[in-house]
């Protein structure tokens, strides 16, 4: 199932875990905060230590993406971004054409629907999703608080996340998950950035797929 994509009509690890803009995190620095986060969440304190280990490779994994995100919104960016100024200023992913590309273990795609938008796309089959690009924006110092979220069912999961990264304008950052239940199941993230900077409200959500059940946050 693919996530669905929140246009504006003009949207684990904890979500305590945001902290306030600073400098980008070392793997220590990270695991100090993240163990201390699980430990103060019910029947995590004796899986903090290596939870958080096993998180950090995989927001090593997104940095690629996060500088392809943040390169969107750098401060002076214009806010009207069109595809083309997408695939100009995310020149780290190869474009093979005018709506696709490729950046390492990622397609990506610009659409216009009608708001211009960024999406990174992964899948494997019996693979954990390698990716978090949440934490890996909260390692550069970005501020990444949760709009709303529902779920499909265990480990699959649609989030909308307002980010506010040092030197950037603030951006709607959709996830989609979906964890493999089993060796032969899929596993599979969207990640999608609004380029025009439209934040959406919980209720926007709601109102958008009134069908879903929005909640403020969901269990990552």
């Known amino acids: 199932m693919r996530a669905a994509l929140f246009v504006a009509p003009l949207a684990c690890l904890p979500c305590l875990m945001t ?4 400098a ?3 793997r220590e620095q990270f695991m100090d905060r993240c163990t201390l986060a699980l430990a103060r969440t019910a029947n995590m304190a004796s899986y903090a230590e290596g939870a958080c280990a096993e998180q950090w490779p995989k927001i090593t994994r997104a940095n690629q993406m996060v500088d392809a995100l943040l390169s969107l919104f750098a401060a002076g960016t214009p806010s009207a971004l069109d595809p083309a100024d997408v695939r100009a200023r995310a020149s780290m992913v190869r474009w093979r054409s ?6 390492a273990d990622l ?3 610009t659409t216009r629907t009608p708001t211009t938008r960024i999406i990174f796309n992964w899948s494997a089959t019996g693979e954990p999703v390698p990716f978090d690009p949440v934490e890996a924006l909260r390692v550069r110092g970005a501020n990444v608080d949760p709009i709303g979220c ?9 989030s909308v996340w307002r980010v506010e990264a040092p030197d950037s304008a603030p951006f709607a950052l959709t996830v989609y998950r979906r964890e493999a239940p089993t060796a032969s199941a899929m596993s599979s993230i969207t990640v999608s950035a609004d380029a025009e900077r439209n934040i959406p409200t919980l209720n926007d959500l709601r109102a958008v797929e009134p069908d879903q059940d929005w909640m403020e946050t969901c269990p990552r």
Do not use: D, H, I
């Open 19 to 22: 902290t306030p803009a600073a």
């Open 150 to 158: 529902y779920a499909y069912g265990a480990g699959e999961t649609n």
């Open 24 to 26: 980008q995190e070392t």
């Open 98 to 103: 005018a709506s696709e590309g490729r950046l």
């Open 107 to 109: 397609n990506v795609e």
